[in-house]
């Protein structure tokens, strides 16, 4: 065992989630130069059948908080989906983080090759902790965020590729 | 030092680049069904900015081969961007996952917290090996696969989810 699960799960976390509290904030600066209402922002879809930006970060939330304790052996946690403006989704962004960092490493790493019943839509699926990390929760948090990047792009907000990399 | 660097990279690059030769068929399906020429779907961008799907694809293929070597310490291969059509992208993908296979794992797995000289741009950062896999070529990777998806997506082509994580 080594703590590298752990080590890669929380900095995954502070990296991608502090990019989505950055980029949000630009997105409120950006409405408000061209006084656009948030809202038409945060309900842009890529395609019909796409969630909305609003749901592309509650979605990039929990895939990490439930996926730290899904790791850990913890309770899920339930955080409401309840955001409306930019301001609330950065704080459940800081939620999540504190929630991330509160998760005992130790008990991350303990699993790193114990076999998990990861639930996935109906089905359950076995995966070591470490196949679970690499195959869904970080495939997952960076869908969800590099889609939200993505609409905030094609509204015109002006971000590079850098803004994704770096808080 | 364990074998979960080289597990993460390689589960990830086997997993994601099967991702976009998946989707990749599918968009040759969706082409054809359409009779609109591929060239115009591997044109497309999100927004004007951007760079095009074909260019999406090479560069995830870029980041996991460049990235494999970095860590293992080789020269950097090269792949020249010639593709024009998505049996040609398919290729690349094709190249992209032989080329990781064959890195050492012990060799990645030396550097796990070896201090690596990364350049980006123009700079060089200094990151662990696992830092690097972990705040550059897993987020590098999954965005530029997913901003893949999102242009099929945003182009009509009949993809879900699953289709994002499952090869």
Same mark, same amino acid.
């Given at each position: 065992?080594?703590?590298? &699960?752990? %080590?890669?799960?929380?900095?995954?976390?502070?990296?991608?989630?502090?990019?989505?509290?950055?980029?949000?904030?630009?997105?409120?600066?950006?409405?408000?130069?061209?006084?656009? /209402?948030?809202?038409? %922002?945060?309900?842009?879809?890529?395609?019909?059948?796409?969630?909305?930006?609003?749901?592309?970060?509650? !979605?990039?939330?929990?895939?990490?908080?439930? +996926?730290?304790?899904?790791?850990?052996?913890?309770?899920?946690?339930?955080?409401?989906?309840?955001?409306?403006?930019?301001? /609330?989704?950065?704080?459940?962004?800081?939620?999540?983080?504190?929630? &991330?960092?509160? &998760?005992?490493?130790?008990? !991350?790493?303990?699993? /790193?090759?114990?076999?998990?019943?990861?639930?996935? +839509?109906?089905?359950?699926?076995?995966?070591?902790?470490?196949?679970?990390?690499?195959?869904? !929760?970080?495939?997952?948090?960076? %869908?969800?965020?590099?889609?939200?990047? +993505?609409?905030?792009?094609?509204? +015109? &907000?002006?971000?590079?590729?850098?803004? %994704?990399?770096?808080?």
């Amino acid at each position: 065992m080594s703590d590298t &699960v752990s %080590f890669i799960l929380k900095s995954s976390t502070t990296q991608t989630i502090g990019v989505l509290k950055s980029i949000l904030a630009k997105l409120a600066a950006h409405a408000a130069a061209t006084s656009v /209402e948030e809202a038409v %922002f945060l309900s842009a879809r890529l395609y019909p059948d796409m969630l909305p930006l609003t749901r592309q970060v509650q !979605i990039a939330c929990d895939t990490v908080a439930r +996926g730290a304790a899904r790791l850990a052996g913890l309770d899920m946690p339930s955080f409401p989906d309840t955001e409306t403006t930019t301001a /609330e989704l950065i704080a459940r962004c800081d939620k999540t983080l504190a929630y &991330v960092a509160d &998760v005992s490493d130790a008990a !991350i790493d303990a699993n /790193e090759r114990v076999t998990l019943q990861i639930p996935i +839509g109906q089905a359950t699926m076995p995966m070591e902790g470490r196949q679970y990390l690499s195959g869904f !929760i970080l495939p997952n948090l960076h %869908f969800h965020a590099t889609i939200a990047y +993505g609409l905030m792009r094609s509204q +015109g &907000v002006a971000l590079g590729k850098r803004d %994704f990399l770096v808080p």
